[in-house]
């Protein structure tokens, strides 16, 4: 019988057992938290076992499970992990016993947010078996300081003042009412999660580049949390007691997702997800998002879904092991396929059709590089980290419209226009995706076949966010990208942007590295951009002639 009793139940006695087991059959009035007589038989019983003892109620006044404990705390039965909603209760209510006259834990009020609980409350058994006083907790409504529950006691059942059906109701009807409204277009109320084993100051500015990340996809922040450690957590990545901080945090502003700034593996997404049921991206996710969000071409649509597939397919398991759902038909009897075999095979095979189909368009540019190369039109190539003003310079160069925005990974597909020179002749200068840190290997590898452009240019322009104090870590970000390309023997002038925005770092940055300081807002330095470009290109014997200056158009 014994089954129908939850928790600590070892060693009890059969008379105890029985004793318990009669509690599913009391009834509460529904105005009630507890009727007297249920709160004594729980003290009397819970001082002679020595042990905490708990039911839980539904609004119909049912006791629906009863706990028992041992003589500090109990720990709820699966009642069901996912939310009822924003604005709605778990139709449920706890009350359990005290052996010590103590206030509700954290353990008690961690169960009422996590399980949206109705109330929970705990009656001090006294030593001789009656009810003692009683603390009562409640969810509070949506609200700006982020507090959580309402907290009251009083020294007896008698002295409660506390109508279970008017106050639940009228709770929840405040709830809804206050309830976080999701702006349009927004793509999720996120709190942003980084954890760091040493350096605070990189995770903080790694943390601040996730903020950006999420602003470019829509994603609205309520809360960033940092966490450091000894050692990651292998499967919560930040351990469970601040997983579950985290989601009593995210019942309090209203989260909808949690954005991990590390890179999760398919088992620690799986858990957090069955820890939260909160929607969890990491960091590559999110910058596919970003990709897939802002891909026009064909070639670059073609690229992020290669890069998706093969991000998804390691991730793909099966809650079934069992070979249940099976292939059939002539040839195909037997043990056949399971259907995550199935759906594996498949992806894989969307897979090489992409890639075959990148290879080819692929090929179609490397046929037309070499139509271009036989004009003899030099080429520069603008690269440089995300959002350091490379499309900016790229339209005040040309006198262009190319889509600039304040965002991460404005530009995807390559841009190409023509820069004239006197006597007709011309540059081709092509703006390219920015880099990041932490590019996604698969993302990387998937636009390898736009990036190849850089290799057939005479001239890499890169571009340097000096007003970003992170200058010099993201300059290196790019490079270390760039040395995976067969450009390592390209000439490259390091350009120094946004001179308007921190002029002294500009300049004692471009003396530094040898580099031009320049504003692509007000065109400060452009004339001697435009030299040393010059003086580069007629070293490696292009076009440029002794005396001729590069023109570049000018506002109309």
Known sequence: ?????????????????????????????????????LARHLTELSREIGRQLGVLINRRGEVEHVIVGDARQLVLPDVGRARAGHARLRGLRLVHTHLKDEPL???????????????????????????????????????????????????????????AQAQIAALEQEMARVAPVRAVGVAGRAILVGVHTGDRTAAEASLQELQELARTADVQVLDVVLQGRREIDPRTLIGEGKLEEILVRSMAVGADLLVFDRDLTPSQARHIGEATSLRILDRTQLILDIFAQRAQSADGKLQVTLAQLKYLLPRLVGRDESLSRLAGGIGGRGPGETKLEIDRRRVRERISALESRIDQLSGDRATRRRQRNRTGVPVISIVGYTNAGKSTLLNALTDSTVLAENKL?????????????????????????????????DLFAAFRATLEELEEADLLLHVIDASDPRHDEQAEAVERLLSELAVRDTPRLLVFNKADRAPDAASALAVRDDGVAVSSVTRQGFPELLARCEEILWKRGKVLAPGEQLQFARPR
Do not use: C
């Open 105 to 163: 834990t954290r353990d008690d009020l961690t169960d009422l947010v996590l399980l949206r609980l109705d109330a929970v409350a705990a009656i001090v058994a006294r030593e001789d078996g009656l009810p003692g006083k009683v603390y009562v907790a409640t969810l509070m409504p949506w609200n700006t300081s982020g507090d959580l529950y309402n907290l009251s006691e009083a020294p007896s059942l008698y002295e409660l003042d506390f109508d």
């Open 1 to 37: 019988m014994r089954e129908d009793l939850s928790g600590n139940t070892a060693g009890l006695k059969a008379s105890h057992s029985k004793r318990l087991l009669a509690t599913r059959r009391r009834r509460v009035q529904q105005r009630e938290l507890v009727s007297p007589e």
């Open 409 to 441: 990974f404005a530009t995807l597909d390559p841009t190409s226009r023509r820069l004239r020179f006197p006597r007709d002749r011309e540059v081709i200068i092509t703006d390219t995706v920015g880099f990041i840190r932490g590019l996604p290997k």
